[in-house]
């Protein structure tokens, strides 16, 4: 029986002697990105609110002048309809109609301007901010580095925010491009 009893044991001991490896794995490290705050926060983030800012301005006052002209075309047109004859009229109410639909087309060609240069502006940021967290994943070991929004996280821990590293090797990269 005692012999039965140590045989037990050390065959006990030889299976948590190779089932230790499972027991002591390395916990998963997974790392989360906040892609809005880097687009607030980050150099070439803050240049391109700025570019985007400056493009809108610029298109919103070509259409405050088309709009004004086309104000000051009704207010000539209210001026000399008493006096121009029927035939004039509606060639003169015919071009203000056209110059209105000129103005809407213009609007959304603007609108749609502006969306494309956010659009390209962004990919392009998000292209470097990419690049520059896989590599902060292969170099720190991480398992998943995930974006916060398109993940849907509710709630994490702060450690697990990897936003202001990215940041800051993000803002490096532009430095020295400069």
Not at 98 to 114: G, H, P, S, T, Y
Not at 129 to 147: A, L, N, P, R, S
Request: glycine share 6%.
């Amino acid at each position: 029986m005692k012999q039965f009893m140590i045989m037990a044991m050390i065959t006990l001991f030889g299976i948590a002697g190779l089932c230790q490896p499972v027991f002591s794995a390395d916990v998963a490290k997974i790392g989360v990105l906040n892609f809005d705050k880097i687009l607030k926060e980050s150099s070439k983030g803050k240049l391109t609110q700025n570019q985007l800012q400056e493009k809108g301005k610029e298109l919103k006052g070509k259409l405050e002048k088309e709009k004004t002209e086309l104000e000051e075309m009704s207010q000539n047109y209210e001026k000399e309809a008493l006096l121009l004859s029927a035939e004039k009229k509606k060639e003169k109410e015919r071009e203000f109609r056209i110059r209105v639909n000129d103005l809407k087309k213009m609007q959304e060609d603007f609108a749609r301007e502006l969306k494309t240069m956010e659009i390209e502006l962004i990919k392009e940021i998000q292209t470097d901010v990419f690049k520059i967290t896989d590599q902060i994943g292969k170099d720190e070991g991480y398992m998943m580095i995930m974006e916060r929004k398109t993940a849907g996280i509710i709630y994490m821990p702060d450690q697990m925010d990897i936003t202001d590293r990215v940041i800051e090797a993000y803002n490096k990269q532009m430095a020295s491009k400069k």
